[in-house]
């Protein structure tokens, strides 16, 4: 009678990275603990279909097995035993694994069948369920906790995590015009633990890169003569290598990032892990470089602060801009009464195209009295002009309105005093998107929302004005001259 074993385990690695390891037939000298050598006879490949490995196993015991299927879509495996000195008989296995929905591992499951001589049924059961399957499953996880799938075989490192890559960036020298941008050339270290190294593919320009460049917030990127500062807060591309600790990355991994020190403005960039979100396939760089900060931002700005719902009266400045149309059009969707300013004909085209239903075209900021003709006040203000709109936003509000003073793009907001708001009873918000994906699972999950709103039309995508990485300063030029609709990114 055929005995069969199963056995399953949970692998706290992605399933490419696992895979890796399991899809090489000639791989279980390095990492598992039962067995001493290991060779392809014959010169073939570890992954041909056919091909036969030779195991010297650590007890002295010879196996010699064939593999019989290998499929890297499924990620499964199957082989059988040809000879051995175990009296293991008609032994055939098969390895598969499936990715575990809920973060980046891997569920690993092993199971066989095979004959014994009359009573050796339990031992041999044994010695395969626990010598082979779950002292491989420790053997496994310690492996790829070590890095040991990193190393090739004679002990060098697989991957070029040792040397720095050369990269071409934008960086500033003195705060200024457009003019301060200049390209230059430089090294991409080696990612140090828990980081990721990417080579970036499109860089997404947001206007914050205008106030850092302007010396706005110097603490986030202080510059000097002999220490140029490099703008910039996301990219898209693809993973070169990763430092020690990191799991959930792969090189060739396809990748988007954002986080809150500047230094995206370059082709190649190492930055913590917890800031880079791996991209589905159907979301392209330059489509993720012009989303991830921008619809995140609107997600957060509508669900969390604005708690926007069906009949929300909102207001939206620069709506045909990169924030603006991903605001317009997902607020829209929820139901809400959607207004939004820009200052020419033709924005107020694409605006309305974006779900924009109340389009006011101002170049001077000049709007309250038209938002109060066309719903009586607006209940939520998203805001990103600052100081030249302030006294209009006030005006614009409905009583218990809430201001979300998201940006500055006319100039710094000067200081609002608490009796400002209270002949309304309104609120004040003054977020940052970076403070709404501070772990690496918000990240995750505010990203997913937005690739899922752009799957399922929610959202679609922006227009998109690409740069190349050396013309950064004609990007920025442009952004200020209020000409865009949708996002800008640059493409090294
Ligand atoms: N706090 C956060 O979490 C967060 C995140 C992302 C963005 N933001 C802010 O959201 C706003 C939009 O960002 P974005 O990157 O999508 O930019 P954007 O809206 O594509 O471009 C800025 C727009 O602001 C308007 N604007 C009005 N006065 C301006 C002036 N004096 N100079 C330049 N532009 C002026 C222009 O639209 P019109 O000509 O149509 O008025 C311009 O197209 C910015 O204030 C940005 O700082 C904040």
């Not at 003054?430 to 959202?459: C, H, K, M, N």
Request: aromatic residues 6%.
């Amino acid at each position: 009678m055929l005995q069969k074993v199963v056995r399953s385990t949970i692998i706290d690695a992605p399933i490419e990275r696992v895979w890796a390891v399991l899809r090489d037939f000639n791989s279980h000298d390095q990492w598992h603990s039962a067995v001493d050598t290991s060779r392809i006879e014959g010169n073939e490949r570890s992954d041909q279909v056919g091909c036969v490995r030779s195991f010297t196993l650590k007890d002295g015991n010879r196996i010699r097995e064939q593999l019989l299927t290998l499929d890297d879509t499924e990620h499964k495996s199957t082989y059988c035993i040809v000879e051995a000195t175990l009296p293991l008989q008609r032994y055939v296995a098969t390895v598969s694994l499936k990715p575990v929905t809920d973060g980046n591992r891997t569920f690993w499951h092993w199971a066989s069948s095979f004959a014994t001589p009359p009573g050796m049924e339990r031992e041999l059961h044994d010695r395969v369920a626990q010598g082979v399957y779950e002292a491989g499953f420790e053997d496994l996880r310690r492996h790829l906790l070590q890095g040991g799938d990193r190393q090739s075989r004679n002990g060098a490192a697989a991957m070029p995590t040792a040397l720095p890559a050369p990269t071409r960036r934008i960086a500033i020298t003195r705060y200024g015009g457009p003019e301060e941008l200049r390209p230059q050339d430089g090294e991409a270290p080696p990612p140090r633990e828990g980081e990721v190294r990417i080579q970036q593919r499109a860089i997404g320009v947001n206007f914050i890169d205008v106030y850092l460049r302007r010396g706005w917030i110097p603490p986030m990127l202080p510059v000097s003569a002999g220490s140029p500062g490099v703008p910039g807060m996301e990219a898209a591309g693809g993973v070169l290598d990763v430092g020690p600790h990191v799991s959930g990355f792969l090189p060739g991994d396809r990748v988007a990032y954002l986080g809150h020190t500047p230094g995206a403005y370059c082709s190649v960039r190492s930055v913590p892990a917890e800031w880079v979100v791996r991209l589905p396939a159907a979301v392209e760089d330059d489509a993720a470089a012009a989303l991830l900060l921008k619809g995140i931002t609107a997600d957060y700005l509508l669900h969390d602060l604005g708690r926007v719902q069906h009949g929300t009266r909102l207001l939206v400045h620069a709506a045909a801009g990169g924030v603006g149309l991903l605001v317009c059009n997902w607020a829209r969707r929820l139901g809400a009464v959607v207004i939004g300013t820009v200052s020419s004909e033709q924005k107020a085209r694409v605006a309305r195209e974006y779900g924009c239903e109340h389009v006011i075209v101002t170049r001077d900021y000049r709007f309250a009295d038209t938002v109060q003709r066309i719903c009586g006040g607006a209940d939520v203000v998203i805001d990103g002009l600052g100081d030249a709109a302030r006294e209009e936003n006030l005006a614009a509000l409905a009583r218990r309105g809430h201001w979300i003073s998201l940006g500055q793009a006319s100039g710094p907001l000067k200081a609002l005093p608490p009796d400002a708001l209270v002949a309304k009873s309104l609120s004040f918000s003054r977020p940052v998107v970076f403070d709404y994906v501070s772990t690496q699972a918000q990240l995750a999950e505010r990203a997913q929302r937005v690739w899922d709103a752009l799957a399922d039309g929610t959202i679609k995508m922006p227009p998109i004005e690409r740069f190349s990485l050396e013309a950064a300063a004609q990007a920025h030029t442009r952004l200020e001259s209020r000409a865009t609709t949708g996002a800008l990114v640059l493409v090294p």
